[in-house]
Antibody
Framework: QVQLVESGGGLVKAGGSLRLSCAAS????????MTWIRQAPGKGLEWLSD????????KYADSVKGRFTISRDNARKSLHLQLNRLRADDTAVYYC????????????????WGQGTLVTVSS | QSVLTQPPSVSGAPGQRVTFSCTGS?????????VHWYRHLAGRAPQLLIY???NRASGVPDRFSASTSGTSASLSISGLQAEDEGDYYC?????????FGGGTKLTVL
């Protein structure tokens, strides 16, 4: 079955960096767009970034553009999010999710999610 | 402040019907982008409930239904059960970015 397992979260000081990873299994990773979504404490879900199947096309939320970088390694079936210049308001659980893709196109919804990894930024 | 607006809470007794609203704009829902719905329980991965505005995801009972009209969308649950409690989020796209509503907490009385 489809599994997504995030790792790399932890405690970091403001201004620091972290690299999150998401290990995928149970499906042909290179066939799907992937995304990162987060949830800050007491807040709702926030979309962060999408990446295309080849990695050549990426999109970012305004709140993280220029600080976060999404990437993927299809050979290793892994998704990554590089978090730079972290701020206290980046404290959140970070989820990776699979974008559903049919044989003809990728749709705009997330059919499988990981359990999340917690990032805590101290000020 | 989320671009998609959801009421913070909804409640209902077992067996009742509840409806969640999701209000967007001409830049997202009103532009024709599909709306999708998720349930999120604390400490767990969010679960897809409805995709492409009206379609139930695999394993979701037919007590769940959804619709879209103009710049808004709604999700309804009939025959409310205690296990339906959780946070419900609408999701769409607009201005080349993914969008989530702020979420609605469902309490089963």
């Amino acid at each position: 079955q489809v599994q997504l397992v995030e790792s790399g979260g932890g405690l970091v000081k403001a201004g620091g960096s972290l690299r999150l990873s998401c290990a995928a299994s149970g499906f042909t990773f290179s066939d799907n767009y992937m995304t990162w979504i987060r949830q800050a404490p007491g807040k709702g879900l926030e979309w962060l970034s999408d990446i295309s199947t080849s990695g050549s096309y990426t999109k970012y939320a305004d709140s993280v553009k220029g600080r976060f970088t999404i990437s993927r390694d299809n050979a290793r079936k892994s998704l990554h999010l590089q978090l730079n210049r972290l701020r206290a308001d980046d404290t959140a659980v970070y989820y990776c999710a699979r974008v559903f893709c049919s044989s003809t196109r990728c749709h705009g919804y997330y059919d499988h999610w990981g359990q999340g990894t917690l990032v805590t930024v101290s000020s | 402040q989320s671009v998609l607006t959801q009421p913070p809470s909804v409640s209902g007794a077992p067996g009742q019907r509840v409806t969640f609203s999701c209000t967007g704009s001409s830049s997202n829902i009103g532009a024709g982008y599909d709306v999708h719905w998720y349930r999120h329980l604390a400490g767990r991965a969010p679960q897809l409930l409805i995709y492409d505005s009206t379609n139930r995801a695999s394993g979701v009972p037919d007590r769940f239904s959804a619709s879209t009209s103009g710049t808004s969308a709604s999700l309804s649950i009939s025959g409310l059960q205690a296990e339906d409690e959780g946070d419900y989020y609408c999701q769409s796209y607009g201005n080349s970015q993914g969008l989530f509503g702020g979420g609605t907490k469902l309490t089963v009385l």
